[in-house]
Every structure is written in C-alpha cells, then in structure tokens.
C-alpha cells in the first residue's frame, strides 16, 4: 500500500510560482509512474503530467506545455510540479497518483493505483 500526500498548494496572483510536492509514505515510489492531475470546480478531473518510475521520461498536457514541470527525487520518495507562470485558469485542486506500471506514461485516471488527497491551487488575476 501506498500513501500518497500532496502539498505546496496556495493563492497566488497570475504570472506567479508554486511547487507542488507529492510525498510516498508505506513503500518506495522508486519502482512507480507518478501522475499530476488536477479538477477545477465543477469540471472533471483532468491530465496535468506524467513521469515513468526513473524520471528519464515526461509527458505533459498541452496547456501546461513550457510552463510547468515534472520532476521526481526517489532518494526522497517525492515527486514535484513546478508550475509557473501561472493563470487563473489553471485553478484548481491538484492530486498526485501512483501507476504501478512504472515504465508506462499514461494519461488515463483509471490506470493509478494510489492517489492523494489533493491540494488546492488558486490563481486570482
């Protein structure tokens, strides 16, 4: 089993930086895809990137392309997003996940084992 715990969420004005970490606590992510996804109010929850268990391969969503990055420390059992440059849009509630496949990079909610809890973003204009 894995625990998952996101945090560095915040309010922010647009233009600005946040860096979301996604803790691992019961077992070493090490061997793990690890997703970011996110869900603004009253929308689905929707594919933010992806990064396969070694850290040499990401895969982003189109409207975060050049803005944010995944990264991971697996001497840490953490994985992070750096966001910058931020929009109001990008609003939302950001959820880690964990894909036991971990050499797949997958988009799919479905295909994650473990998810956080979630941390909330806000980006006012």
């Known amino acids: 089993q894995v625990q998952l715990e996101e945090s560095g969420g915040g309010l922010v004005q647009a233009g600005d930086s946040l860096r979301l970490s996604c803790a691992a606590s019961?077992?070493?992510?090490?061997?793990?895809?690890m997703g970011w996804f996110c869900q603004a109010p009253g929308k689905e929850r929707e594919f933010v990137a992806v990064?396969?268990?070694?850290?040499?391969?990401?895969y982003y969503a189109d409207s975060v392309k050049g803005r944010f990055t995944i990264s991971r420390d697996n001497a840490k059992n953490t994985v992070y997003l750096q966001m910058n440059s931020l929009k109001p849009e990008d609003t939302a509630v950001y959820y880690c996940?964990?894909?036991?496949?971990?050499?797949?990079?997958?988009?799919?909610?479905?295909?994650?084992?473990?998810w956080g809890q979630g941390t909330q973003v806000t980006v006012s204009s």
């Open positions: 996940a964990a894909d036991s496949r971990g050499w797949v990079l997958t988009t799919e909610m479905h295909e994650y084992d473990y």
């Open positions: 990064i396969n268990w070694s850290g040499g391969r990401k």
């Open positions: 019961g077992r070493t992510l090490s061997s793990y895809g």
